[in-house]
Structure formats: C-alpha cells, structure tokens
C-alpha cells in the first residue's frame, strides 16, 4: 500500500462506490448517521474519503452519502494505491475494524470476509511455487492445504479480535443456517445480543445428533467401511458387511490398539498404515495432553484405489459440521476408495449409514 498526498476536493459526482466494499461495512445505526450529519454541517468533513487511483471509494462510504444527501458537491480525499486487489480488499475492512463498536456477528462476518482473502492469497502462493516436472505438474497435497487453512483461520480471527475456535463455530453456524431456518433464526437472535455463538453451535451439535437415526435395513456389502467408535468392544461380535475386495477405516484410540488388531483380525483384513488426525487445539490427557486421533486402514482381498492420489498419513483439520471427523477425511476417502461406502457408527451426506450394529452380530 502506498499513501499520496491529499489532493484537492473531489467533485462527488466523479467518485465511484464498489457494492462489494460497500456491503463489507456494517450500516450505520440512525442515531450515529444523524450524528455524523450534524458533525457534517456544523464542521464540515473533518476525516478526508480515502479513494484508490480510478476513484472508487474506500473508506467514506457513509460520509459520500450523508454529503449527497446534504447536496455537497465537493468532498475531501486521499488517494491510495495498492499491489494487488486483495490488498485492497483487505485494506476496506481493516481500516474500519477499530474505528467503530461492532458486535460480535459483525466482528464473524467481517473475519469471514478476510478468510476469504486468507485463502486466496494461500490458493495464489501455492500456483506461483508449483513445481514443474516435464509435461505434468505436482499440485500441493491435501495436508498443506489443511495446514493453509488452519492458518488461515488463525490469521482472520486475530484481526478481529477473536478466539479461532470462535470464528470456526461461527462459521460452521452459518453454513447450516443456509439450509435450516430454526439455525437462520437462532443467527438473527445473536445478532440482537440475544446468546451466544458457544450456546447456538452447541444447540446445532445437539440437533444433529438427534437427527440420526439408526437404519437396521441396511442391506449388501460395501467396498469401504468407515468405523468410529470409543468402544471397540461392542464390535467383537458383530458380522462385518464387507465385500471381498474391500478397505477399512477403523478409528482406534490408543487405549484400544490391541482390539482393533483383534478386530482386524477377526474379520479378515490386513493393516495397511495408519492416518493419523492432528487437532488445530489440544483436549485432555494424563501424561500428554491429547491432539491427535488415528485411523487405522486395512485392506481385504484387492479392492480398487485411485493410487495416484498422494495422500499423506497426516491429516490437519478441524471437526465436520455433519460427523466428529473432519469433512476432510471423508473427502480424502472418497477420492482414493472407490464403491459402495458405508459409515457404521454416524451419517455423512452421499454414504450409507449409520448402520443398527445389534442388527447386525454373528448368532
């Protein structure tokens, strides 16, 4: 960003205003617009626009109004100049963060608004440093986009002043809210100063599971089986619908390793590797605080892979909005196992699940 000297007044009707800058602020309450009127008539405008280099406004936008209103014609500026368009975009909502009161919401949305750009500046990096051999290009794995967005997140909530964790239950919020309106009006009422975004993201949690429901009428075998259960014990007993070809996502705290070896075991699969999931926060722990899950996979007969993905046994990322496991892994799965996929224990949209486990144990 580079300052230039305030130049003369600008005539208002030569200056422009971008919608998409604009909708980035907050409005004005009518208490604070009327203020800022009589500022305007009595003192004139005491903090010049700030206009880029083809005149589209900044910062000023309801000062430009307020002077249109009044039929001023001419209006102080300062011009500036930027590297790149999301410099510029940035430079719109960070100027505007510390010179208002904003509540909490707007403090989301503005931060939603910079991960955005967080994550167009990643997306822009990682083409500019792709490395090139011969003919083909090595695109950057799924890991170092996790880690892209993770800090990404970090970066955003900082800027507005609030926890990470915050930011992304917000923005989990919001993306349900698209679809449900209990969770829209939930929404509205936060931004009233009606609870909180702790309290609404908990009531979604809870909402989701309610929605689940066991579907003993699962029939067939499945190519690709995710398992996330605490308890490996319960599982002992039962009749896994595997296909003879077919991989294996079995969950497994530590605790459990022998288990899921016997399980294993058990029901004819090999282990192949362990994924293990690197939490962006730490939980509790003994000896060590835990920030990790592992997932053992496991193959039976040769199920069919899309091997020429190239993931890594490290996945970074937060928890899903549908599941306890990051939508990633699921993602992740889909690219590289092909077939009919089930997830045993909880639902993922475009799988088959959850499945009734008393349904299905060996007599």
């Given at each position: 960003?580079?300052?230039?000297?305030?130049?003369?007044?600008?005539?208002?009707?030569?200056?422009?205003v971008n919608p998409e800058y604009e909708a980035l602020l907050p409005p004005l309450l009518d208490e604070d617009s009327k203020k800022l009127e009589q500022s305007i008539l009595k003192e004139g405008i005491l903090h010049p626009l700030i206009i880029n280099?083809?005149?589209?406004?900044?910062?000023?936008?309801?000062?430009?109004?307020?002077?249109?209103a009044l039929h001023i014609n001419e209006v102080p500026f300062v011009e500036r100049s930027f590297s790149n368009d999301l410099e510029e975009k940035e430079f719109v909502i960070s100027f505007n963060l510390h010179r208002r009161h904003l509540t909490q919401t707007q403090k989301v949305?503005?931060?939603?608004?910079?991960?955005?750009?967080?994550?167009?500046?990643?997306?822009?990096?990682?083409?500019?440093?792709?490395?090139?051999?011969?003919?083909?290009?090595?695109?950057?794995?799924?890991?170092?986009?996790?880690?892209?967005?993770?800090?990404?997140?970090e970066i955003a909530a900082k800027k507005v002043g609030l926890g990470k964790d915050t930011l992304w239950k917000a923005q989990k919020i919001l993306e349900a809210a698209e679809e449900d309106e209990k969770i829209a009006d939930a929404w509205r009422s936060l931004s009233e100063g009606k609870g909180s975004i702790h309290s609404v993201f908990q009531e979604l949690h809870t909402r989701e599971k309610e929605e689940v429901s066991f579907n003993p009428k699962i029939e067939g075998v499945f190519q690709v089986i995710v398992i996330d259960s605490p308890n490996l014990e319960k599982l002992k007993?039962?009749?896994?619908?595997?296909?003879?070809?077919?991989?294996?996502?079995?969950?497994?705290?530590?605790?459990?390793?022998?288990?899921?070896?016997?399980?294993?075991?058990r029901w004819g699969f090999q282990l192949q590797t362990?994924?293990?999931?690197?939490?962006?926060?730490?939980?509790?722990?003994?000896?060590?605080?835990?920030?990790?899950?592992?997932c053992l996979l496991a193959t039976k007969g040769t199920p069919n892979?899309?091997?020429?993905?190239?993931?890594?046994?490290?996945?970074?990322?937060?928890?899903?909005?549908?599941?306890?496991?990051?939508?990633?892994?699921?993602?992740?799965?889909?690219?590289?196992?092909?077939?009919?996929?089930?997830?045993?224990?909880?639902?993922?949209?475009?799988w088959e699940g959850p499945l009734e486990v008393d349904a299905h144990v060996a007599h």
């Open positions: 960003m580079v300052p230039h000297a305030q130049g003369k007044d600008a005539e208002i009707s030569e200056l422009q280099q083809d005149k589209v406004i900044l910062d000023g936008h309801h000062r430009l109004r307020i002077c249109q949305e503005l931060a939603l608004s910079l991960l955005k750009i967080e994550m167009e500046k990643a997306r822009r990096r990682q083409l500019s440093s792709l490395t090139h051999v011969k003919d083909s290009i090595i695109v950057p794995n799924s890991e170092q986009r996790d880690v892209e967005h993770g800090k990404a997140i007993t039962m009749t896994l619908p595997a296909d003879e070809n077919c991989v294996l996502w079995l969950w497994t705290p530590v605790k459990s390793f022998p288990d899921a070896f016997y399980l294993l075991h362990m994924l293990t999931w690197v939490k962006n926060k730490k939980g509790s722990g003994n000896w060590l605080l835990d920030q990790t899950e592992h892979a899309n091997r020429f993905y190239q993931f890594s046994t490290v996945l970074i990322a937060t928890p899903g909005l549908h599941n306890p496991k990051p939508d990633e892994f699921f993602s992740l799965v889909s690219s590289l196992c092909t077939g009919r996929k089930l997830s045993v224990f909880h639902s993922y949209p475009n």
